[in-house]
């Protein structure tokens, strides 16, 4: 399956698709049925999947194609390591951590740490957007360019154009492997191998097996077209989280409240003392370096803490 490049097509329904419908102890139940998919499918049909329905007179689950356009919500901004070696990367993002926010410690850096966000996102539409779409352009340029060379093998601008040409293409190609490369975090398979189309497909297979596709409710009530979705998994929380007691919490209550003890003294003591550069400095480079889902923009990443340490922590001491 692996040299063929099959994957299992992402699936909701039942888990089970066989059953010898015996109600002794050799009563059996198991997935024997798959859906196989090869990359030209994964391409054309990206948000396919497959639905098993209820066996009904059958030992086997039908099973369902289900195909066709899937809306995507806004989508969550994400780190890349190789922003940083962007020559306006550094003062970029200096610039951002240097403005001047009032509070305690942990707001200020809460809101310098908004404050990059913010910038990135722009800056990242600038010169990262669209990556694919640009790397395919310039491969089309270097083409029509050496095409024309063929016609015209004298002409000295063309030869310009096409080192040009080259010199663009190359740098939109490796800006988009290291981005699919984080992506899909497959750490057996080396960076610069000009690996682009597999992780292509890679990120296309999480972005399926990660899509929630259906949820049913407590009432039983199935739900499956994105607003559905998305009321449903709201409803769920609010009741859980923000529903209303007959009844407010008074501050006499908490006399009776016990709270457990966190530790001993000696450990409470560790707890509140003095946090070292050193220590700070150790726990952002032990992050993974290839985690660019960064939800708030918290430093996921140990690429954007080693790049930008040095220049934020004297900011950090000053405010």
């Known amino acids: 399956?692996?040299?063929?490049?099959?994957?299992?097509?992402?699936?909701?329904?039942?888990?089970?698709?066989?059953?010898?419908?015996?109600?002794?102890?050799?009563?059996?139940?198991?997935?024997?049925?798959?859906?196989?998919?090869?990359?030209?499918?994964?391409?054309?049909?990206?948000?396919?999947?497959?639905?098993?329905?209820?066996?009904?007179?059958?030992?086997?689950?039908?099973?369902?194609?289900?195909?066709?356009?899937?809306?995507?919500?806004?989508?969550?901004?994400?780190?890349?390591?190789?922003?940083?070696?962007h020559p306006t990367f550094k003062p970029l993002v200096e610039e951002a951590w240097g403005c001047q926010v009032s509070g305690n410690p942990m707001t200020r850096l809460i809101a310098k740490l908004k404050a990059v966000k913010f910038k990135l996102q722009e800056w990242s539409r600038i010169h990262f957007s669209r990556i694919s779409e640009r790397t395919k352009i310039a491969q089309e340029n270097l083409i029509k360019i050496q095409t024309e060379i063929q016609n015209r093998p004298l002409d000295l601008s063309l030869a310009l154009l096409e080192i040009e040409a080259t010199m663009e293409y190359s740098e939109l190609c490796r800006q988009e492997e290291a981005s699919l490369f984080q992506k899909v975090k497959q750490n057996n398979v080396t960076l610069g191998d000009g690996n682009n189309a597999y992780f292509h497909r890679l990120v296309q297979g999480k972005k399926n097996v990660n899509t929630i596709r259906s949820v049913r409710t407590e009432n039983g009530n199935l739900h499956s077209d994105d607003t559905s979705i998305k009321n449903a998994f709201l409803h769920y929380y609010q009741a859980l989280l923000a529903q209303e007691h007959d009844s407010d919490?008074?501050?006499?209550?908490?006399?009776?409240?016990?709270?457990?003890?966190?530790?001993?003294?000696?450990?409470?003591?560790?707890?509140?003392?003095?946090?070292?550069?050193?220590?700070?400095?150790?726990?952002?480079?032990?992050?993974?370096?290839?985690?660019?889902?960064?939800?708030?923009?918290?430093?996921?990443?140990?690429?954007?803490?080693?790049?930008?340490?040095?220049?934020?922590?004297?900011?950090?001491?000053?405010?």
């Not at 994964?42 to 209820?54: E, G, I, Q």
């Not at 952002?284 to 660019?292: E, G, P, R, S, T």
């Open 1 to 85: 399956m692996a040299d063929q490049e099959l994957s299992d097509l992402p699936a909701k329904g039942g888990h089970f698709t066989w059953s010898n419908k015996s109600t002794g102890p050799r009563r059996t139940l198991t997935k024997i049925d798959r859906c196989f998919i090869n990359p030209v499918w994964r391409r054309l049909y990206s948000d396919s999947y497959v639905d098993f329905l209820a066996p009904s007179m059958s030992d086997h689950a039908p099973m369902v194609l289900q195909w066709g356009e899937h809306h995507m919500q806004c989508k969550s901004f994400k780190f890349f390591n190789h922003w940083t070696e």
């Open 249 to 319: 919490l008074q501050s006499e209550d908490l006399n009776f409240v016990h709270f457990p003890q966190l530790g001993n003294q000696h450990e409470l003591q560790d707890l509140a003392r003095t946090v070292s550069k050193e220590e700070i400095k150790n726990v952002l480079f032990d992050i993974d370096d290839n985690n660019c889902n960064t939800p708030g923009f918290r430093p996921r990443s140990s690429r954007f803490a080693s790049k930008s340490f040095e220049k934020l922590n004297p900011i950090w001491r000053r405010n």
